[in-house]
């Protein structure tokens, strides 16, 4: 499957931003998605995930309450809705994909098997 992230941008601090990324060559309700970030001088980090099918939802503590995920199957489409941002949420945005049958925790990104190329999420102060 290949995956294209879209939606990063400036955005003033408290605003919001909705961010995509849309599969193509596979079957999207079948794969677990996740996002994650990379800010400058940091290591990439869990964002939020959800299992397929639609179940089960999991959020850093950083984002709980502030991000939302989504994911549509008939648009093959998965969506992070970022609001009060921060500047800390400044950072490249990927999304992901797994493919895999057994159970993992969706929060480290070793699990994932597909990736995005990245969108840019900058919020000013």
């Known amino acids: 499957v290949q995956l294209q992230a879209s939606g990063g941008g400036l955005v003033q601090d408290g605003g919001s931003l909705r961010l995509s990324c849309v599969a193509s060559?596979?079957?999207?309700?079948?794969?677990?998605m996740g996002w994650f970030r990379q800010g400058p001088g940091k290591e990439r980090e869990f964002v939020a995930a959800?299992?397929?099918?639609?179940?089960?939802?999991y959020y850093s503590d950083s984002v709980k309450g502030r991000f939302t995920i989504s994911r549509d199957n008939a648009k093959n489409t998965m969506y992070l809705q970022m609001n009060s941002l921060t500047p800390e949420d400044t950072a490249v945005y990927y999304c992901?994909?797994?493919?895999?049958?057994?159970?993992?925790?969706?929060?480290?990104?070793?699990?994932?098997?597909?990736w995005g190329q990245g969108t840019l999420v900058t919020v000013s102060s």
């Open positions: 959800m299992r397929r099918y639609n179940s089960n939802y």
């Open positions: 060559g596979g079957t999207f309700s079948s794969y677990h």
């Open positions: 992901a994909a797994d493919s895999s049958l057994i159970l993992s925790s969706l929060r480290t990104w070793p699990e994932y098997d597909h």
